[in-house]
């Protein structure tokens, strides 16, 4: 099916623990974005990218790592995952900024 | 530095009545802006956009929102909201010089009979 898809939709895992999600699109766009979402603080940019190999930074990156091998993955692991790190998720992708990004329906991870 | 701030975090309208829900945009060039709406437990749907042109944008569900520049904002209104419109609304820019979108921090939308 084309679109957006995010794996798996609802995780919990162990304080410490690596843990990776998943993020594919159908469209061959260019950027791709990963955000998490938290009560009082909207959405928070953690990494994107804007091609395939090409990552950088967003406002929140600490404690994440992301990688762009094929265009329409974009995976983001939690190196060693903390309480803080409880969190919905949500990976987008976008053709240009200058049209709408598509949003996956978000991975609600829980660290215990 | 781009931004964009939603100063309502949440309001609450009936049903029937009419909506505004306020976005200011900080953002040196000419702004691409967007509205999204996001029901609980889903994610985010794209209501409407705008890129140049006439500064008054239609979207779906009956939104339509106004660019003004001259005040840096881009609100977003409904003439008779109903009852499925409740959720939560984003702002955002997208900015060609951070190579990114940035989001407000959302409006929650409560609808009362």
């Known amino acids: 099916d084309a679109g957006i898809t995010q794996s798996p939709r609802y995780k919990i895992t162990e304080t410490g623990r690596q843990v990776t999600l998943m993020c594919h699109q159908t469209w061959s766009h260019s950027y791709m974005f990963w955000y998490r979402q938290d009560l009082g603080h909207g959405l928070r940019l953690i990494y994107y990218s804007a091609a395939a190999d090409i990552t950088d930074k967003g406002e929140v990156p600490d404690g994440y790592v992301v990688s762009r091998s094929k265009t329409e993955n974009f995976p983001l692991t939690l190196e060693s995952a903390t309480r803080s790190q409880t969190s919905v998720y949500f990976c987008?992708?976008?053709?240009?900024?200058?049209?709408?990004?598509?949003f996956g329906q978000g991975t609600r991870l829980t660290v215990v | 530095a781009q931004s964009v701030t939603q100063p309502d975090i949440h309001i609450t309208v009936s049903e029937g009545a009419s909506l505004e829900l306020r976005c200011n945009y900080s953002y040196g060039a000419t702004p691409y802006l967007f509205w999204y709406v996001q029901s609980p437990g889903q994610g985010l749907q794209l209501l409407l956009k705008y890129f140049s042109g006439d500064t008054l944008v239609q979207g779906i569900k009956g939104f339509e929102a106004e660019f003004k520049r001259s005040q840096s904002s881009f609100n977003l209104r409904k003439p008779s909201v109903h009852w499925s419109d409740a959720a939560e609304y984003f702002c955002a820019v997208g900015a060609n010089t951070g190579n990114q979108f940035y989001f407000g921090t959302g409006t929650s939308l409560t609808v009362i009979p």
């Open positions: 987008a992708s976008s053709d240009t900024l200058n049209t709408e990004a598509f």
